[in-house]
């Protein structure tokens, strides 16, 4: 009885790339492939790619040297694929500056990965980066009750690919092409098939997930919240949630959505980029500061619970001091839990990229630093709100001592529980002890807060 053959998927960037890596891997599984988490003794290596930023492209360069010096000094024939937004970008110029690259695959034929490969050990460095026409979706197989529940009772479904936005510093466009939407039908599918199989929360996923146009049962496009409207009809299925938004696309249904359905976690990623109208009209965002603060306003009135998080970039091509200020103000006005902030990097061929008034890249460090302080500050205020309240949360995993468990809260922070009377995958009603820099301490709602075993410091908690 032969070995089965061992694969090893790195994923970088976006939830899109973690959802694409496992079913990268469900589809190998039909070819004997048994996931392992060591690369050194994995007989296919796949790197699963970004290439939003810079440094992110430039990851996978560094990462690709250290396999060759790996394979080479272990004598292996591992073999090495590319897969993808870098793959998609950068196939020849991947098959150039590293040859041990077997094989590079863009993110709309990863279905094809067995024949790909079949090619690749024949001896052919195959690169496969064409928009095909058929569906991945129609060719992949279902992930097995066991592969669902290694991966815990959160799962990802990507509901919608692409974009049409084209803001000028983004590559998404040109990596992932146009806006598709999957079939409601073939999404209920899939999630009803997630939750048969013990995965309690579901986030749909799409680079422009609120632009979600899916042909419903009856021959109409569905939005998104009418997608949700659905889903939240799943038996079992206890919360949903959905990423990344754009605000051109946060129509009343969708704002209504929060506040009718209980399973919509009152939590909202919604990118915004920059506080001043001057650099959202360079970066082709087609929306301005009062429009965000508008669809803030309204949610909060629909849900008043609701947190928020956020995407920023500094130091885009010709950003003042006043347009930078005009961002701190926003943040400060808005209070965000939680947000991702970014210098600005050219990316090739996007037109950002072509400016002449680039921002130095001293300005630029100094920038993020006092924006990162800034929301650093917020979230530590946010998370500081919690404590006394109380919330259910979604047991995910073992803590590090004996007897804790860890959850995710509405607002996706991580929870710690000693001794909860419950285990993973149920959702217990906790009150939050205390706050740490990393998580949050809890007690079940039927504990004695002042019990000793329960009301343990965060800080000896996470030692």
């Known amino acids: 009885m032969h070995e089965p053959r061992k694969l090893y998927v790195k994923s970088f ?3 899109m790339n973690v959802y694409d890596s496992h079913r990268m891997a469900d589809t190998l599984a039909r070819e004997g492939f048994v996931e392992t988490q060591d690369p050194a003794q994995a007989d296919l290596v796949i790197l699963n790619t970004c290439h939003i930023r810079e440094k992110a492209a430039e990851k996978v360069y560094s990462e690709l040297g250290r396999l060759r010096k790996a394979k080479q000094e272990a004598g292996s024939d591992t073999m090495i694929a590319v897969a993808g937004c870098v793959a998609q970008a950068e196939g020849a110029e991947i098959m150039r500056r590293a040859p041990v690259v077997d094989l590079v ?3 709309q034929s990863y279905h094809r990965l067995p024949e790909l490969l079949a090619q690749a050990r024949a001896g052919k460095r195959v690169v496969d980066t064409e928009f095909p026409v058929e569906d991945k979706f129609d060719h992949l197989p279902a992930p097995s009750r066991a592969a669902t529940r290694a991966r815990g009772p959160a799962a990802f479904v990507t509901v919608q690919e692409g974009c049409d936005k084209f803001c000028t510093f983004c590559v998404v466009p040109y990596t992932r092409g146009a806006e598709v939407s999957r079939p409601v039908a073939k999404i209920l599918d899939e999630a009803t098939r997630l ?6 929360e579901i986030t749909l996923i799409g680079q422009n997930v609120n632009a979600f146009h899916g042909e419903g049962p009856d021959g109409q496009d569905w939005s998104l919240a009418r997608l949700m409207q659905r889903l939240a009809q799943v038996n079992g299925l206890a919360r949903l949630r959905y990423t990344t938004s754009h605000p051109r696309d946060m129509g009343d249904d969708l704002i209504a959505a929060h506040r009718d359905l209980p399973q919509l976690m009152p939590y909202l990623h919604l990118p915004v980029q920059s506080g001043s109208d001057r650099i959202l009209a360079a970066m082709n965002r087609r929306h301005r500061r009062e429009d965000f603060f508008a669809i803030i306003e309204r949610m909060r009135a629909a849900r008043p619970d609701m947190a928020l998080s ?3 970039i500094v130091g885009f091509p010709g950003e003042t001091d006043a347009d930078f200020e005009d961002t701190l103000e926003l943040v400060r006005r808005t209070g965000f ?3 991702y902030s970014f210098k600005y990097s050219p990316r090739p061929g996007t037109p950002a990229a072509e400016h002449d008034d680039q921002v ?3 300005v630029k460090t100094e ?3 006092e924006l990162q302080r800034l929301l650093e500050a917020s979230k530590a205020a946010f998370d500081a709100s919690c404590r006394g309240r109380t919330f259910d949360i979604l047991l995910e995993k073992p803590g590090r001592q004996v007897g804790q468990l860890i959850g995710r809260s509405p607002y996706l922070q991580s929870v710690v529980v000693n001794d909860p009377p419950a285990a993973i995958g149920d959702l217990l009603t906790v009150t939050i ?5 990393n998580s949050l301490a809890g007690v079940p709602v039927a504990s004695d807060p002042a019990s000793p075993a329960r009301s343990r410091p965060l800080a000896a908690m996470e030692a």
């Open 105 to 107: 695959v863009g993110p």
């Open 360 to 362: 130095p890249e001293a």
């Open 195 to 200: 939750v048969d199989q013990g995965v309690r």
């Open 337 to 339: 839990a939680s947000a």
């Open 367 to 369: 920038r993020l630093a």
């Open 310 to 312: 956020s995407d920023f």
């Open 13 to 15: 960037g976006c939830q």
């Open 433 to 437: 002890t205390d706050v740490g820099p």
